[in-house]
């Protein structure tokens, strides 16, 4: 069975810090890896993808992946109170069950 | 920017009722997905669809669940005879190819059972 952890939160950051979430998956297994933003109420939203060990930035945001343990992170610089919301970690294994696995999601504020 | 369209956005019924949800896939894209969210859960997927066929299904779309890809445009999904514990957001997903390939969402429909 394969699955993606996360710590539910809430994660709380003062606005300006830089916020670290993180996802753990079972499965050694081919993957792709992929950091959703999930406002209340409203449907996930991409913010990040990653493929291949090592650190990927766009913007303020950074998606780290390491395969050997087994965990993929995503860091928020500069936080602001609109990044505020559920973080969802998914992965998509190559063998098996073709389909994005959602872990069960980070929530972050960032007080102002 | 293209976009996946699902309506209706809240969709309200008795228990036992059929329903249809509808989605529009980003018009080049070629696998489609549904999955649903119950409240405060996590995301679930349900089923897959490529070349007019299911690629795969997971536990939970079961003979109550069905998909079509009735024209060129829309892939929707069906319930049967909706249950209360069917009540959860449904969103649909489309990707321009599969594994290495981003999933976008739909905005969802709420089908809540009553």
């Known amino acids: 069975q394969k699955e993606v952890e996360q710590n539910s939160g809430p994660l709380s950051v003062p606005e300006g810090a830089i916020a670290s979430l993180n996802c753990t998956y079972s499965?050694?297994?081919?993957?792709?890896f992929f950091w959703y933003r999930q406002y209340s109420g409203k449907s996930p939203e991409l913010i990040m993808f990653?493929?291949?060990?090592g650190d990927k930035e766009d913007g303020r945001f950074t998606a780290q992946l390491n395969k050997a343990s087994q965990y993929v992170s995503l860091l928020i610089r500069d936080s602001q109170p609109s990044d505020s919301a559920t973080y969802l970690c998914?992965?998509?294994?190559?063998?098996?069950?073709?389909?994005?696995?959602f872990g069960s999601g980070t929530r972050l504020q960032v007080q102002p | 920017e293209p976009e996946v369209t699902q309506t209706p956005s809240h969709q309200v019924t008795q228990m036992g009722q059929e329903v249809i949800l509808r989605c529009v896939p980003i018009?080049?894209?070629?696998?489609f997905y549904w999955y649903r969210q119950i409240l405060g859960q996590k995301v679930e997927f349900l089923v897959s669809?490529?070349?007019?066929?299911?690629?795969?299904k997971s536990e939970i779309f079961d003979d109550q669940f069905s998909v079509e890809r009735p024209d060129g445009s829309n892939f929707t999904l069906k319930i049967r005879s909706t249950k209360l514990e069917d009540s959860a957001m449904y969103f649909c997903?489309?990707?321009?190819?599969?594994?290495?390939?981003?999933?976008?969402f739909g905005a969802g429909t709420r089908l809540s059972v009553l």
């Open positions: 997903a489309s990707s321009l190819r599969t594994g290495k390939n981003i999933q976008y």
């Open positions: 499965d050694r297994g081919s993957q792709s």
């Open positions: 990653i493929y291949s060990n």
């Open positions: 998914a992965v998509f294994w190559d063998t098996g069950r073709r389909a994005l696995t």
């Open positions: 018009s080049n894209h070629l696998y």
């Open positions: 669809f490529y070349n007019n066929e299911i690629s795969e």
